[in-house]
């Protein structure tokens, strides 16, 4: 059974950074399937914020976090990071770590991703 666990979450202030990392176990997602950050704000609907397949492509990113946050993973140790500089206040949610086979042949699909963290509180204050 596939368990990712989210970490690295905290309250920082506008214009800094933060690292999170969702480490995988029961399945080496990322050689094999789609893998995502997703975030939810209270009281808004989930956003995804980038993706990228194991099998190769491109990272996709929303247009909210281009040229600020970073998606890598390192295969070797089945983890997915996400690098996040420059935040915003309106970055705030909780993040959430998810992966899945594709669905139609693509990423982009919520219903690619069977498989969900915890979540991770990312606060930023202005």
């Known amino acids: 059974q596939v368990q990712l666990v989210e970490s690295g979450g905290s309250s920082v202030q506008a214009g800094g950074s933060l690292r999170l990392s969702c480490a995988a176990f029961g399945y080496p997602v990322m050689d094999f399937y789609c893998v995502a950050w997703f975030r939810q704000a209270p009281g808004k609907e989930r956003e995804e914020v980038a993706h990228i397949y194991a099998g190769g492509g491109r990272t996709v990113y929303a247009d909210s976090v281009k040229g600020r946050f970073t998606l890598t993973r390192d295969n070797a140790k089945n983890t997915l990071y996400l690098q996040m500089d420059a935040l915003k206040p309106e970055d705030t949610a909780m993040y959430y770590c998810?992966?899945?086979?594709?669905?139609?042949?693509?990423?982009?699909?919520?219903?690619?991703?069977?498989?969900w963290g915890q979540g991770t509180q990312v606060t930023v204050a202005s």
């Open positions: 998810a992966a899945g086979p594709r669905y139609s042949g693509s990423c982009s699909s919520d219903q690619s991703y069977k498989h």
